[in-house]
């Protein structure tokens, strides 16, 4: 297996900056996800690794060995860099089957047939799809075929895997399975994981850290999933990791109100930001599951404006003054705890974590209006 490291890489297409000076080192083993909005540049980073594109300048390291740089005419072609790539569309030949797709990359390296026929039916067995080599791509699921291409991937051993949005075309279902699968997949093989994707859940379910990257090609943050989802580095990369609230504060006569209501904040504010909500410009940050819902006349109120099942949950939104604050409640929970609540009830909130920020960062782009 093999560690990445790119050292100020950048590339532009029309004189269009798209990655720019970006300088980060994946380790040997790890499952590294980089995630962000589409178009923000994250499969550009995973096609100059690959070898698919150039960089216009900087270094590319894989393992030990320089791949590519530009300043040094250093430029390894996508076969000699010991890598397997999946794409979101599967790429699978419709006229072939499970076994004469995945034996494809040895036969076009010209592996002995004995050694050939071991490896591929260990790969086909690595995905779950034993019994099933006989079979055409059309007469698999989707979920199979998306196996077929993995398989084929891995078959020539390769030291990194780099994954393109390969769960997309799934449905739910089919997603969750698949991440878990491949979680096992890497657990087992040891293989170096590239994965690229819009999903936060599928983020947090495989990765063992994330890079959160924003729509200008700007790395925001890097962490396990866990710190990049509790205590994330900044308002875009709290927004970008799940529904979320945003709540201006005000300062009057000694206490926090949510701005444009007469609605007291009983949440504590940090001491380190007193000066911020004084000068008006603090912004709460909350998730819509840490907030409950009670009928309690001392906790803040408010107008429920809508109320949505969805199964697990009810979504709701309750006006607090000229603010909407979303809150999302377990549904079981809700009935066993008589919490079950109507449009135009009035009704008091309870938060249970915050996270802080300006709010001139904010407004620049996650949504206070």
């Known amino acids: 297996m093999a560690s990445v490291r790119l050292e100020k890489v950048s590339k532009s297409y ?15 083993g790890e499952c590294f996800t980089f995630l962000g909005p589409s178009g923000c540049g994250k499969t550009v980073i995973l096609r100059l690794i690959a070898g698919f594109e150039q960089p216009d300048s900087g270094k590319i390291i894989i393992g030990d060995t320089l791949v590519c740089c530009p300043d040094e005419h250093v430029f390894l072609p996508p076969e000699k860099r010991s890598i397997g790539v999946v794409f979101q569309d599967y790429a699978v030949w419709p006229h072939k089957t499970v076994y004469e797709n ?12 004995e050694e050939a026929d071991g490896r591929t039916m260990k790969s086909i067995a690595m995905v779950n799809l034993q019994t099933l080599e006989k079979r ?74 994330v890079a959160v990257m924003d729509k200008n090609g700007n790395i925001r943050q890097i962490g396990p999933p866990d710190e990049i989802y509790e205590k994330p580095a900044d308002s875009f990369v709290f927004k970008f990791m799940g529904v979320s ?15 444009g209501s007469d609605s007291v904040m009983e949440y504590p504010v940090p001491k380190d930001q007193t000066d911020a909500l004084r000068e008006g410009s603090l912004v709460a940050g909350c998730r819509p599951q840490d907030i409950q819902l009670s009928t309690n006349e001392t906790h803040l109120r408010g107008l429920l404006k809508r109320a949505v099942y969805l199964g697990s949950t009810i979504d709701y939104r309750i006006a607090v003054g000229e603010t909407e604050i979303r809150v999302q409640q377990d549904i079981q929970e809700a009935l066993a705890e008589n919490r079950i609540y109507a449009e135009g009830d009035k009704i008091g909130l309870r938060f249970l974590d915050m996270k802080w920020f300006a709010r001139q960062e904010v407004d620049a782009g996650e949504g206070v209006s």
């Open 14 to 28: 029309d004189k269009h900056p798209v990655i720019k000076d970006l300088s980060i080192t994946i380790n040997d």
């Open 102 to 113: 995945v034996v494809y990359p040895l036969k076009m390296q010209k592996v002995q047939k």
């Open 136 to 209: 055409l791509p059309f007469q698999l699921s989707g979920g199979q075929q998306q196996r077929v291409a993995l398989a084929r991937a891995l078959v020539s051993g390769p030291a990194i895997m780099l994954l393109d949005e390969p769960l997309s075309n799934l449905d739910a279902n089919l997603r969750e399975e698949m991440r878990f699968e491949m979680k096992e997949l890497q657990k087992n093989t040891g293989v170096t994981i590239l994965y690229v994707t819009h999903d936060q859940e599928v983020a947090l379910a495989i990765s063992d850290r």
């Open 245 to 259: 609230n945003f709540i201006p504060l005000d300062y009057r006569d000694g206490k926090v109100y949510v701005r």
